[in-house]
């Protein structure tokens, strides 16, 4: 019997692989970007590129920025040059800022402006630099000051304390009795309900801390807490033997405690955002403004031309600043080209959803980007690259660009309606409810249905909870 043979070999085969050029990826990335990122990429560009240099906001057209044609500004000369014109190139090119105007980008006092920002800047304390604070104030010794430390290290986001002191004594290798005392003056330290097991016992060392350990409210969630998510007020009311309007009261000072003390100090994901294109009524016309506020203006260096026209570069030299010219031509045509998209695309979402402009989030209506990227004459992916993390200012608010993308249905009388607009009319209906009679979701099916439109009640529930709308039983109200 033949034995097959084992081992390494090489062979050659051919395939075909899409690869984006580097000038290909930028393009996309400047598409891309909103709009201070896209400072922040111009802004490095400049650092890096001698060859561009930064205009006064009002200023220059494509044409001038671009310069005259490449190959007539850059005379072919074989005469050798020092490489210290490059190194001298940088000097030329930041004393040439300084000499056309106030724009410049990087002097020794922005430098001094910029640090004394960051020097400035606070960085928040965590919850654990918060506990550790307060548990060096108290009466524990050393050994229950590092049990303190292992607890708070242990706090899951909400600041509850989930394992078991047994479990922690054993991981930990701990006394039991010095985790006990540590825990026990955890959960008197600030934020109220840290270091708690769940959820219940999070409320009740609240109320304690209030003082309202005896109140209704700690009897509703000591007792009663199974029935609280389900608002079973009537049965909670039977089994305290207390009035309706004292149960409801009980439960909205239940409802002003704070489910996750840890949380506040958990990072800030807030962030700027600024608008990328603005669209508003100017005498009767809308008008649709790109935000060019952010965005440096740029610009072909004219140091760069004198150095080229001296002629006396080498090859290596020359060919160096051709490539930076043609980078940075390429730069400028790219950020022109970016502008343009946005603003051909946002002038399609205004003639396509004008009704929204003209009354609100009411009169919003289906739209996907395959119709606007066959109006606008470019392939849906540039829509999509264009439209990512770019906001645009209305009369009726901020909002992302996406958000006019969006499928729908169509009434009776044929008009066709955005999902958005058919969440607001299930928001409306809802609002509009007897709160001792809430609406079941069938019967929100029904209103819509008197309105032409035709929904399944799914989709009405799944709307509902989008909307943070409870279902009917947590709606209803009862009153003495």
Avoid at 11 to 22: F, G, H, I, Y
Avoid at 38 to 61: F, K
Avoid at 206 to 234: G, M, T, W, Y
Avoid at 374 to 395: D, F, L, N, Q
Wanted: aromatic share 6%; glycine share 6%.
């Amino acid at each position: 019997m033949a034995i097959p043979w084992q081992g390494l070999q090489q062979e050659q085969k051919q395939s075909q692989t899409l690869v984006l050029a580097p000038q290909l990826r930028q393009s996309l990335k400047i598409l891309q970007a909103p709009t201070l990122d896209l400072r922040n990429e111009i802004l490095g560009e400049l650092e890096t590129n001698p060859a561009l240099e930064e205009l006064p906001m009002e200023g220059t057209s494509l044409e001038s920025a671009l310069g005259n044609d490449e190959e007539a500004s850059l005379p072919d000369s074989s005469e050798e040059m020092n490489f210290e014109t490059l190194q001298q190139l940088d000097r030329d090119w930041r004393e040439q800022l300084a000499r056309e105007g106030s724009n410049q980008i990087y002097t020794s006092e922005d430098s001094k402006k910029r640090q004394h920002f960051f020097n400035s800047l606070v960085s928040g304390i965590s919850l654990q630099e918060h506990l550790m604070g307060q548990a060096k104030l108290s009466d524990l010794d050393e050994e229950q000051i590092e049990a303190m430390g292992f607890l708070i290290g242990s706090l899951d986001d909400r600041g509850y304390l989930t394992a078991s002191l047994l479990e922690l004594s054993l991981l930990s290798r701990k006394p039991l009795g010095k985790l006990k005392e540590a825990h026990r003056v955890l959960k008197t330290l600030d934020p109220p309900g840290i270091g708690a097991e769940d959820l219940q016992d999070c409320l009740l060392i609240q109320l304690k801390q209030r003082d309202r350990e005896n109140s209704l409210a700690a009897r509703v969630v000591k007792h009663h807490f199974n029935l609280l998510p389900r608002r079973r007020i009537p049965e909670i009311a039977k089994r305290t033997g207390n009035g309706l309007g004292e149960v409801e009261d009980a439960i909205e000072e239940i409802a002003t405690l704070d489910p996750s003390p840890g949380r506040k100090f958990s990072d800030d994901t807030n962030h700027v955002v600024t608008p990328d294109v603005t669209v508003e009524k100017d005498n009767g016309y809308w008008t649709v403004s790109l935000n060019d506020e952010y965005i440096p203006r740029l610009r072909i260096s004219n140091v760069c031309k004198e150095i080229i026209a001296r002629g006396n570069l080498s090859k290596e030299e020359k060919e160096y600043i051709r490539e930076k010219i043609r980078s940075g031509k390429f730069i400028i045509n790219s950020i022109e080209q970016r502008q343009q998209t946005i603003e051909k695309i946002t002038r399609c979402i205004l003639t396509f959803q004008k009704d929204f402009f003209e009354d609100g989030l009411g009169k919003l209506r289906p739209l996907t980007m395959i119709q606007v990227a066959e109006e606008v004459g470019v392939h849906e992916t540039t829509v999509s690259r264009a439209i990512a993390g770019k906001y645009i200012k209305t009369p009726h608010g901020l909002f992302p660009l996406k958000y006019f993308f969006t499928p729908g249905y169509s009434s009776g009388d044929g008009e066709s309606l955005s999902n958005t607009t058919i969440k607001e009319m299930v928001a409306q209906i809802i609002d509009a409810e007897d709160p001792a009679k809430p609406f079941s979701d069938q019967v929100v099916v029904n209103k819509l249905k008197g309105k032409d439109i035709e929904i399944a009640r799914r989709t009405v529930a799944k709307y509902r909870e989008e909307l943070g709308i409870p279902p009917t039983y947590l709606r209803r109200r009862y009153s003495d």
